[in-house]
């Protein structure tokens, strides 16, 4: 049997991205109180951040090269093209975590007609761009 029989089309999948960032321990402080996350490693170098015990976002320092090298190519601009979107159904909650944390807003709460849905747009420490997106109430 192939590999590719092995695995059913129907098989699924988890998206656990990866992102560089200047400064692990800030920037999971960052969505911790942004997105009401819990650390689930820790450490300057490297962080995983998990929802209800479940990897959502992993962070590496840029700069730190282990066995796969640095993590992203220095002269580019941090998140160009990069989109962090995160789905909650307590969008109202996690707008005040946000005006707590004095985040950078780009587009505050509005509806989306195409989507049917609300969101709020932000940028992170590093200016990745990050969405959090809830149903309209």
Not at 35 to 50: K, R
């Amino acid at each position: 049997m192939s590999p590719v029989d092995e695995h059913p089309t129907t098989a699924p999948v988890t998206a656990q991205p990866m992102i560089a960032v200047a400064d692990v321990e800030a920037a999971s402080r960052w969505y911790q109180q942004v997105l009401g996350v819990t650390s689930g490693h820790g450490g300057p170098e490297y962080e995983q951040l998990l929802s209800d015990g479940q990897l959502v976002l992993q962070l590496h320092r840029a700069d730190a090269g282990h066995h796969h090298g640095t993590v992203g190519d220095p002269t580019a601009p941090t998140g160009n093209g990069v989109i962090l979107w995160f789905q909650t159904r307590h969008l109202d909650t996690a707008v005040q975590r946000v005006r707590s944390a004095a985040a950078r807003v780009v587009t505050d709460v509005h509806v989306n007609p195409n989507a049917g849905h609300r969101e709020l747009w932000l940028r992170d420490l590093d200016g990745y761009l990050v969405v959090l997106a809830g149903p309209v109430e």
